[in-house]
C-alpha cells in the first residue's frame, strides 16, 4: 500500500480505469479513486470501455464516468482497479498501452497477472472498495460522505450484501465506519436492488426458464440470450446476480451464467459461481482455462462461439474438473 502512495506522489495527472461491464465494487472503488487523488492535489479522469449501468447512474459524479475515447486527456500514470488482467479494461488498454505510462495496479483478484509497474494485490480483501478505503486512511485524505456512499456500495456489492465468505470481520469494521457517515443502508440497498423495470422482471422469468441441472444435481446453468434482450427489451446489467438462482439449489456445486453479447452473439459472456466449504470447487481454475479469472468461489470468461456449442464445450470441462474433486 505504502508503494501505491508513493508512486501517487510522483505523478500529477492520472487515468482511473476497471474491468469491462462495470458493477458495483468496479464503479464504487473508481468515483473514490477519483476524490483520493484530488484530496492529494492530483488532477484524474475516469475512462472505462462501457457505459454506466442505468441502476448506478444514483451514485454521486457518476456522469463524471466516460466511456468516450475521442477526447481522452493526457495523463502521466494510469490506475487499474478490480482488473486480474490489463485486457480485462477492454478498449482502455490500448490507450494505456499507446501512452506507455505507468501502471498502478490495485486488486484483490487471486488470478492477478501483477501487469502493473506497481502492484497491490490483496485476495483476502473483500473488494476493491475495501482496499481503496485503506489507501484514504494511509494517506490521511478526509473521507465525505459522497465517497463512504461509493466505497459502501463497493462493498457491498462484492461481498452479496455481506453474505459471501470474502466478508471478514474487517469488512464490517470498514462499513460500520462508512455507514457513520450518514447513511441510510435501507435506502442504500433499495437503490442497488429494488429499482428493476418491468421489462426487467420479464426478463427474469425467460432465464430462469433456461435453468438446467447435470444427472448429479451437482452443476446448475442458465442463459441470457440476445434474442431475450430483444424482445423484453431489458438492462443486461440487470442480469449481474441472476447465476445466484442457479447457485441456490440444493446440491449444486457449481452454477454457471451463459450471456450473449448484444453486439456480437458469438461473444458469450460467463459467469461461474461456486459454494460450500472444505472442497469447494475452484472456479477461478475452470475460468482460467478459458482466458478468464477471478475468485475462488466466483469467477469469469469470454469465450467466442454459438451458445450450443460453448456451452458444450464448458460444461464438459467443468464435469471433467468435478471428477477429480
Known amino acids: 500500500m505504502k508503494e501505491v502512495i508513493d508512486a501517487i506522489k510522483k505523478s500529477k495527472r492520472f487515468l482511473i480505469t476497471a474491468h469491462v461491464k462495470l458493477e458495483g465494487d468496479a464503479l464504487g472503488s473508481q468515483l473514490a479513486m477519483k476524490e483520493l487523488l484530488i484530496g492529494m492535489g492530483k488532477e484524474a479522469f475516469i475512462l472505462d470501455s462501457d457505459p454506466v449501468p442505468e441502476h448506478y447512474k444514483f451514485l454521486p459524479k457518476a456522469d463524471e464516468v466516460s466511456d468516450k475515447f475521442d477526447k481522452i486527456g493526457i495523463f502521466d500514470a494510469a490506475i487499474v482497479l478490480d482488473c486480474p488482467t490489463l485486457d480485462r479494461t477492454g478498449r482502455v488498454r490500448d490507450v494505456i498501452k499507446a501512452k506507455a505510462v505507468s501502471v498502478i495496479n490495485i486488486d484483490h483478484h487471486v488470478s492477478n497477472e501483477k501487469f502493473g509497474d506497481v502492484n497491490w494485490v490483496e485476495p483476502n480483501a473483500s473488494s476493491a472498495g475495501e482496499m481503496v478505503f485503506r489507501l484514504f486512511k494511509e ?60 421489462k426487467d422482471i420479464n426478463l427474469l ?68 459461481r461456486s459454494k460450500g466449504n472444505g472442497n469447494v470447487v475452484d472456479v477461478n481454475r475452470i475460468a482460467s482455462l478459458f482466458g478468464g479469472g477471478g475468485h475462488t468461489k466466483a469467477s469469469g470468461c469470454v469465450v467466442t462461439g454459438s451458445l450450443e456449442d460453448v456451452k458444450k464445450k464448458v460444461l464438459a470441462k467443468i464435469e471433467e474438473v468435478l471428477k477429480r474433486c
Open 139 to 198: 494517506a490521511r485524505v478526509l473521507m465525505t460522505k459522497e465517497v463512504a456512499l461509493s466505497l459502501y456500495i463497493a462493498i457491498l456489492t462484492d461481498t452479496g450484501s455481506f453474505n459471501y465468505d470474502n466478508t471478514s470481520s474487517i469488512t464490517h469494521e470498514i462499513a460500520g465506519e462508512l455507514l457513520g457517515y450518514g447513511l441510510d443502508p435501507a435506502l442504500v440497498s433499495e437503490s442497488v436492488y429494488e429499482r428493476r423495470s418491468v
Open 205 to 272: 422469468g425467460l432465464v430462469l426458464a433456461t435453468i438446467r441441472v447435470n444427472k448429479k444435481g451437482t452443476i446448475a446453468y442458465l442463459e441470457v440470450t440476445k434474442d431475450m434482450l430483444d424482445k423484453t427489451g431489458a438492462d443486461l446489467a440487470k442480469s449481474e446476480g441472476l447465476i445466484n438462482f442457479a447457485r441456490s439449489i440444493d446440491g449444486v456445486k457449481v452454477a454457471v451464467l451463459f450471456k450473449e453479447d448484444q453486439e456480437d452473439k458469438n461473444k458469450i459472456n460467463i459467469s461461474f
